[in-house]
């Protein structure tokens, strides 16, 4: 895979005696969406911490862009271009939905406590464009309407579409989506289906953690398959769908056959 | 008066003054203006308010010089709950002990213009203010690591090591404290003097201006803005590139510049300082004026700071249940108001409208 944006090698995540992720190895290519999938407690979001800078892998590396992402603080692996959104809905809730997006969007200004006291010509073109951004994205994700209105007061569906707005301010090369569809309606997922396609459209490269296999065998271009913190199987929606090992993982393995 | 009516009033006035902002806010410009310098220059008017017919026997305080009481602790308190408001309110760090940058801040001119130096107010104020924001940023350093009630206790130690610390140095004078400390320089008919506090009034009134209007600056720009994702969610906030440590630093810095503003103030009206000027209960009352007024709500932080200051003098008929009165008052308070006087509101973006309309504009152009 000469044009990998993300390579995760040989990365085992242990917290005490548990081993979270054991050996893991895949790669994303540029432009892609990529599945990851795997039954509760596979290890999914554990993996999208450590590509997040949220845990240090234990050994292994995450490789961004061709450079090591060990050492660089959470902000600074997002101003490298990985974004996030998370399982549990964490916006800001008490900003609004614009303010939100914009506190991406900063993730690319330069502004400090100086700038904002003296009103410097960078920190009046920073909010503009911060504010362009926001409401370009806002609009992109069909939740513009409600831009003013503070987080906590936005229909659920709008809060999933927000945090996504939020991680592309960030100007992202990737994108990593923890269940975004998780409680939406049948269709709500199939709006949700167009948005990824959207995005993926737009340049992004897309990483998607999703328990609806629908929603993943109808967007993604590849899926990894954890179980028990390891990679069973890693291929196109189709092959993963037959493969024997992913079937007994989901649905379990017959007594006489083990 | 009794104690209901005067806290009807106050409720009253608070929803008043909360709804009026956004009334003012949606003036054409020059009313606004006008309107604000209005109510500034009444503001300076303040000494003379007890003449007043109605507003005159609500806040006079009986016992006590009405001016003496603004001076010495309305405009101190406001400053400081400004300065606080930043810390607590808008980053969401729980600081208690403000008290020592204040007495650092006083401590600074007491030393550089009394102690061991004879210089003028004047230079040793932006000593001062350094000295404290190093002072935070040297408090801040190792602690803000810590989180929520951990800080607290960190901070808590901090405000008492600085009061112990002054108690037990020689050269900062022990416990006899520090004396003939530099006032500040007269300007023009503005005498600093002993007998007529207006002088001071004018001056922390005038800083007090100067600090809202910097404040507001940092609050409508990407640091205010971090600071509320901080408040709001920490990591999510790391997560989305803001640089929380740095953010959180500066917080504490600009906090305690204020703080230690504040402190120079003081010392420069009083003239003399002993550690006993400065003990937890004040790093307590700081915070009491920041929740009630309405933490995260600079407005509310002015309120806050202003009724905090006043109200123990205004009770002063009491006599000596003055102060269990002030504590069923800020009961009260927070019992019907828990949000504070003025809460914290979402920020209304005046420039959202023009967004709005700008972008139908250009629809309406494409379609024509």
């Known amino acids: ?258 | 008066m009794s104690l209901s009516d005067t806290f009807k009033g106050l409720t009253k006035s608070a929803h008043a003054v909360s709804g009026l902002g956004e009334r003012i806010g949606d003036l054409p410009r020059v009313s606004r203006w006008s309107l604000i310098a209005l109510f500034i220059f009444s503001l300076y008017l303040m000494p003379w308010w007890p003449e007043v017919p109605v507003l005159g026997w609500l806040v006079d305080t009986p016992g006590t010089s009405f001016e003496g009481v603004i001076t010495d602790k309305v405009v101190i308190y406001v400053l400081v709950a400004l300065g606080l408001n930043v810390v607590v309110g808008l980053a969401g760090l729980l600081d208690l002990g403000y008290v020592g940058f204040y007495a650092i801040g006083a401590y600074v001119v007491g030393i550089l213009s009394s102690q061991h130096a004879n210089l003028p107010w004047l230079v040793c104020v932006p000593i001062a203010v350094i000295v404290s924001m190093i002072a935070g940023v040297i408090l801040g350093t190792p602690t803000l690591r810590l989180r929520g009630d951990y800080l607290a206790i960190v901070t808590l130690g901090f405000g008492e090591i600085i009061r112990i610390s002054a108690n037990n140095a020689d050269w900062l004078g022990g416990s006899r404290g520090i004396s003939k400390i530099a006032k500040p320089p007269n300007i023009g008919p503005l005498k600093f003097g002993v007998l007529d506090a207006k002088p001071y009034f004018f001056l922390g009134l005038t800083v007090i201006i100067i600090t809202v209007f910097f404040l507001r600056r940092l609050e409508n720009s990407r640091v205010g803005r971090a600071w509320n994702a901080v408040r709001e969610d920490e990591d999510a906030a790391e997560l989305m590139g803001v640089p929380t440590f740095k953010f959180k630093l500066w917080a504490f810095a600009i906090g305690a510049a204020i703080g230690g503003l504040a402190g120079t103030l003081y010392a420069g009206k009083v003239r003399f300082i002993n550690p006993s000027n400065f003990p937890l209960q004040l790093s307590i009352l700081f915070i009491a004026a920041v929740v009630l007024g309405g933490t995260g709500n600079m407005w509310g932080a002015v309120i806050g700071g202003a009724v905090v200051g006043w109200m123990p003098e205004r009770f002063r008929g009491f006599a000596d249940k003055r102060v269990f009165v002030f504590g069923v008052a800020l009961v009260l308070v927070m019992v019907f108001r828990p949000q504070g006087l003025i809460p914290r509101k979402i920020r209304k973006e005046r420039w959202l409208a023009n967004w709005k309309q700008r972008e139908s504009e250009g629809g309406e152009v494409a379609r024509g």
């Open chain 1, 1 to 258: 895979m000469a044009d990998a944006i993300l390579s995760v090698n040989n990365v085992t995540m242990q917290f005490g005696g548990v081993t979270a992720l054991s050996d893991v190895n895949f790669a994303i290519e540029r432009g892609e969406i990529l599945g990851l999938i795997g039954p509760n407690g596979a290890g999914k979001t554990t993996c999208f911490n450590v590509i997040t800078g949220v845990y240090a892998a234990t050994s292994g590396s995450v490789t961004f862009d061709n450079q090591p992402l060990a050492g660089l603080k959470r902000f600074q692996i997002t101003k490298r271009g990985i974004a996030r959104t998370f399982q549990n809905i964490r916006l800001f809730p008490d900003m609004t939905a614009v303010e939100n997006v914009m506190v991406g969007a900063d993730a690319n200004h330069k502004t400090s406590v100086g700038g904002a006291l003296l009103g410097s010509r960078r920190h009046h073109r920073e909010e503009r464009e911060g504010r362009d951004r926001a409401m370009e994205l806002l609009t992109f994700m069909g939740i513009a309407d409600r831009a003013a209105d503070a987080a906590r007061n936005l229909p659920y569906g709008y809060q999933r579409r927000l945090e996504i707005a939020r991680a592309l301010a960030t100007g992202p090369k990737l994108l990593c989506l923890d269940e975004p569809a998780a409680g939406f309606t049948p269709a709500e997922k199939q709006e949700l289906m167009d948005l990824i396609r959207k995005i993926r459209a737009q340049g992004y490269t897309v990483l998607l953690i999703e328990h609806d296999m629908s929603l993943v065998m109808g967007v993604t271009d590849r899926i990894v398959v954890l179980d028990f913190g390891k990679v069973i199987a890693t291929g196109s929606p189709a092959d993963v769908q037959n493969n024997p090992d992913v079937i007994a993982a989901y649905l379990g393995v017959p007594d006489d056959a083990a």
